[in-house]
């Protein structure tokens, strides 16, 4: 072979080669689709209709206690637990609510009980009859995959703005995070606002998965005031100069910045923005079986007050220290289901005479959970006898403890 027929054939044999490695391919080969920004927001959009669902507004309605008060309403966030009518929310008024409607993403809303709380990680569930049309009880997602950076979606309702949804990322996972008394281990951070309304809301993986409950944002703490003013830094070291004057040990830097240290998370708290946490779904589902087999504090629901209008007391035939009238009664509460009523007045506990609200206090808390009891009442004019089943509570404390 010449040596002009063995250069055309290496050049035959480099060409298709040379094309492969600088992208350019032939005619044959399939083109790779593109990816677009629109892909992206499709899939996000897919995700935000399959999740939304999943979340319910909750109104509590409280009552005043007496007929002028004005009534009140808060709106929180709850997410659909499961099929059976549980619903997940973060809400320190609704143990407390004489009315409580949840409202689905579509449908009409229904009302709901509240069914207990768990102390270790401010959780709280409700109960609903049934399932109303438009909630849904989404698939729960393994939190244990989620890495900073993940995708994630939240749905609350911010400020009364009712399924609101928020794209984000995961910043962090296993975040040790103080909200009050509460201290929640293994929490979620995610790039996500989570303004009044939203605690109780859903956040869900990149496939729609639940993964867990919006809980609160890093911000200056409840009570703390405003950051530290020049004179009460000045305080500080005044104070340590004259330690040193005086002879004393001097803390060492370490020391210090520990005596400092919550001077400047006052400060780093208040310019934080979208450092949020979401209660981790496997941490929920501890709280949600410890709820469930908690028998609690016994608790018969309702409002007392004493008798101290005489004029009141006048037209009921009552003496100044014989009875308590009930002011309101719970939904849901044994004293509902009793019918006990407003401005009845307990006179009798077991044929015991009951004077005052912190003797009713008393026998309440002293009273076996699932035990029946029997109240002598006045309303109006007429004397009765009603059988009471006290129930469990698992709020720490019974409403009528908080009285």
């Given at each position: 072979m010449s040596r002009t027929a063995t250069l055309v054939l290496l050049l035959a044999l480099v060409a298709p080669l040379a094309r492969a490695q600088d992208g350019t391919a032939s005619k044959d080969e399939p083109k790779k689709p593109r990816i677009t920004l629109a892909d992206f927001e499709d899939a996000f959009l897919d995700v935000a209709e399959k999740v939304r669902p999943g979340v319910v507004a909750i109104e509590v309605r409280h009552g005043g206690e007496r007929d002028h008060d004005a009534e009140r309403s808060v709106l929180f966030s709850g997410v659909a637990w499961d099929n059976s009518g549980t619903i997940v929310a973060i809400g320190r008024d609704l143990d407390s609510a004489n009315e409580i409607l949840v409202s689905p993403f579509e449908g009409e809303a229904v009302k709901a009980r509240f069914a207990g709380s768990d102390d270790e990680t401010g959780l709280c569930i409700l109960k609903l009859e049934s399932m109303p049309k438009g909630l849904v009880a989404l698939e729960h997602g393994p939190v244990e995959k989620l890495r900073p950076g993940s995708f994630c979606i939240a749905v609350g309702n911010p400020v009364g703005l009712r399924h609101s949804v928020a794209f984000g990322h995961v910043a962090g996972t296993g975040r040790t995070v103080r909200r009050g008394t509460v201290t929640t281990k293994d929490a979620i951070q995610v790039t996500l606002?989570?303004?009044?309304?939203?605690?109780?809301?859903?956040?869900?993986?990149?496939?729609?998965?639940?993964?867990?409950?919006?809980?609160?944002?890093?911000?200056?703490?409840?009570?703390?005031?405003?950051?530290?003013?020049?004179?009460?830094?000045?305080?500080?070291?005044?104070?340590?100069?004259?330690?040193?004057?005086?002879?004393?040990?001097?803390?060492?830097?370490?020391?210090?910045?520990?005596?400092?240290?919550?001077?400047?998370?006052?400060?780093?708290?208040?310019?934080?923005?979208?450092?949020?946490?979401?209660?981790?779904?496997?941490?929920?589902?501890?709280?949600?079986?410890?709820?469930?087999?908690?028998?609690?504090?016994?608790?018969?629901?309702?409002?007392?007050?004493?008798?101290?209008?005489?004029?009141?007391?006048?037209?009921?035939?009552?003496?100044?220290?014989?009875?308590v009238v009930i002011t309101g009664v719970k939904p849901g509460s044994p004293a509902e289901k009793a019918n006990l009523q407003a401005r009845d007045v307990v006179t009798k506990w077991n044929n015991d005479p009951v004077k005052s609200t912190r003797e009713l206090q008393h026998l309440v808390r002293g009273t076996a959970v699932g035990t029946t009891v029997k109240l002598e009442l006045l309303r109006g004019k007429e004397t009765l006898t009603v059988s009471v089943t006290l129930e469990g509570h698992v709020d720490g404390k019974s409403p009528e403890e908080k009285k």
């Open positions: 606002a989570v303004n009044p309304g939203d605690p109780g809301g859903l956040l869900a993986d990149s496939r729609g998965r639940l993964v867990g409950v919006l809980s609160s944002s890093l911000r200056r703490p409840e009570g703390a005031g405003r950051p530290p003013s020049d004179r009460q830094m000045r305080r500080i070291l005044e104070g340590l100069q004259k330690k040193g004057e005086k002879g004393g040990e001097m803390p060492d830097f370490g020391a210090l910045m520990e005596m400092l240290r919550p001077q400047f998370d006052n400060v780093s708290q208040l310019f934080a923005q979208n450092v949020s946490f979401a209660i981790p779904v496997d941490t929920i589902a501890k709280a949600v079986e410890r709820i469930r087999t908690n028998p609690g504090r016994p608790w018969l629901g309702v409002d007392v007050g004493m008798l101290e209008d005489e004029r009141v007391r006048e037209e009921m035939g009552m003496e100044r220290d014989k009875g």
